[in-house]
């Protein structure tokens, strides 16, 4: 008798500020969760290097969640750094299979290098609000103000604040991707 082929899991990229030993202290519980029966890639903040091209470190800290950290080019600049970014990510969806895309954002800064890129739902978890932010550079709010208009959900501290404008009305993306 022939097995029925398995389908592709949802794949749920994570983009912090953090890295990912500080942060999965603190990660939100439904990302924990998805990564039972889900891919889940958390990108760490990019780290400039002597390297001739970009590249990814690549990390496996569970069966199910991977760890990167982009590696740009020392000395590049921000728009190229952005850039590349935006090709490593393009990179990583295309190397898994998946079936649904979630986008979860820990920042809004990611917005710079991934607001293109389509998603099947995005997640903004304004966990770091507890933080001072005082200090963020002033394109911080603008893509703050852009991911709040994207995000089809909506987290504060791991308590949801609001919810969709998409077709998965009534759920939130964790529940919508079997991971309640």
Not at 26 to 36: T, W, Y
Not at 131 to 157: G, I
Request: proline share 7%.
């Amino acid at each position: 008798m022939k097995k029925p082929a398995k389908k592709p899991s949802s794949l749920f990229l994570c983009f912090s500020d953090r890295k990912c030993d500080f942060a999965l202290e603190e990660a939100p519980r439904l990302l924990v969760k998805a990564a039972q029966a889900h891919q889940v890639i958390y990108m760490e903040e990019p780290v400039h290097e002597l390297v001739a091209r970009p590249t990814l470190k690549t990390a496996a800290l569970t069966q199910h969640i991977s760890v990167v950290t982009p590696v740009l080019p020392k000395g590049i600049s921000a728009e190229s750094a952005i850039g590349f970014q935006s090709g490593l990510v393009n990179m990583l969806i295309a190397a898994k299979s998946h079936d649904k895309l979630v986008f979860w954002y820990l920042t809004p800064m990611a917005m710079a290098f991934s607001s293109l890129i389509p998603c099947d739902a995005c997640v903004y978890d304004r966990v770091g609000e507890r933080s001072d932010r005082t200090n963020q550079p002033p394109e911080f709010w603008d893509w703050d103000e852009k991911l709040l208009a994207k995000a089809d959900v909506v987290y504060r501290d791991g308590k949801k604040t609001h919810g969709q404008k998409s077709p998965y009305s009534n759920t939130d993306a964790a529940r919508l991707f079997g991971a309640s």
